[in-house]
């Protein structure tokens, strides 16, 4: 018989941040805002006699477009676990372009870790492991916090214990990818971080428009911007369409009454719901 857990995670655009630098893992962090989006990565963990990690991206019809072997984040879980497994996480979404998928695989990864060996560890010690895993590694600082739940998400402190609030929508999000922009480049480098936190708006959005439009304020005086993000930027301005960059990707996101047509001139389109839950175990199964 062999066990196999599942569980999935749902994606974050992040629309604003800023880092807060704490003395461990766990206190280091970012305060900021963005949406908890249905797309987001699926894992099967299975025992294994050695930590063996795969990553698929799938279309929409299921096929593989990419394969890889092997994610430090992903490895580190099983090491501070003491397991060895091999676990295989699926996404639709681009990888690296601002859609939150490493903390998403983390979250995933370690529900179904978790499962799998029944380690007892709780959705608290989840997330907390989650979130060291993606601070140590510099790949993000507040998408395992968000992801911890669904909806529009305000995260007023740093580490997954903080205070966060989530307003639900029914809206369809659009967003496109133009491709990656490396994570570590942007939160490992203090004079972007400098830029980051000068542009940073202090207060929280009380709903969706007001997502978009302190998004957009901090994106365009960060400096993050590049030339293609600009180009979709003033086609949706042009139509009214509100609309920000994908944090930290070459990525754009926008919603509203032609939002999707606006979008779709620029490359491959990806509509989606706000989420309305976090990461969750999905089975457990013995074949
Ligand atoms: N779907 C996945 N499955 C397993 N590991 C992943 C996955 N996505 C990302 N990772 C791991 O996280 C590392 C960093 O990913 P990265 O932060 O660039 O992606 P992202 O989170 O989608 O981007 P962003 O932080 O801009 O939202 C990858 O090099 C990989 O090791
Ligand atoms: C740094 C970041 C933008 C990377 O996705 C995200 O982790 C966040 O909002 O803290």
């Given at each position: 018989m062999v066990r196999t857990a599942v569980a999935f995670c749902p994606g974050h655009i992040s629309g604003y941040f800023k880092k807060v630098a704490g003395e461990t893992p766990e206190t280091t962090g970012s305060l900021g805002a963005g949406i908890v989006v249905d797309e987001g990565v699926r894992a099967v963990a299975s025992a294994a006699d050695r930590l063996d990690v795969v990553i698929r991206r799938v279309d929409?019809?299921?096929?593989?477009l990419a394969e890889s072997v092997g994610a430090p984040p992903v490895e580190y879980l099983m090491t501070e676990l003491g397991v060895a497994a091999r676990v295989e996480t699926t996404c639709r979404l681009p990888i690296g372009?601002?859609?939150g998928l490493s903390a998403a695989a983390l979250l995933a990864s370690a529900t179904a870790l978790d499962a799998l060996f029944d380690l007892g560890l709780g959705g608290e010690g989840i997330a907390a492991l989650a979130h060291r895993a993606e601070v140590v590694h510099n790949t993000g600082l507040g998408d395992v916090a968000a992801c911890q739940g669904g909806g529009v998400v305000c995260r007023?402190?740093?580490?997954?214990?903080a205070r966060i609030t989530r307003v639900m929508t029914d809206e369809t999000i659009y967003a496109l990818s133009f491709?990656?922009?490396?994570?570590p480049e942007v939160i490992g480098s203090p004079e972007q971080l400098a830029r980051v936190a000068a542009a940073f708006p202090p207060e929280c959005p009380r709903d969706l428009a007001e997502l978009f439009a302190f998004s957009r304020a901090f994106a365009e005086k960060s400096g993050l911007v590049r030339p293609e993000v600009r180009a979709a930027l003033d086609a949706c301005d042009e139509t009214g369409v509100p609309a920000s960059m994908t944090m930290l990707g070459l990525g754009v996101f926008a919603a509203g009454e032609g939002a999707g047509e606006v979008l779709a001139g620029f490359g491959e389109l990806f509509p989606l719901k706000v989420a309305h839950e976090g990461f969750r175990l999905v089975e457990v199964r013995e074949s």
């Open positions: 929409r019809n299921g096929r593989t372009s601002g859609f007023e402190g740093p580490g997954t214990a491709g990656p922009l490396p994570t």
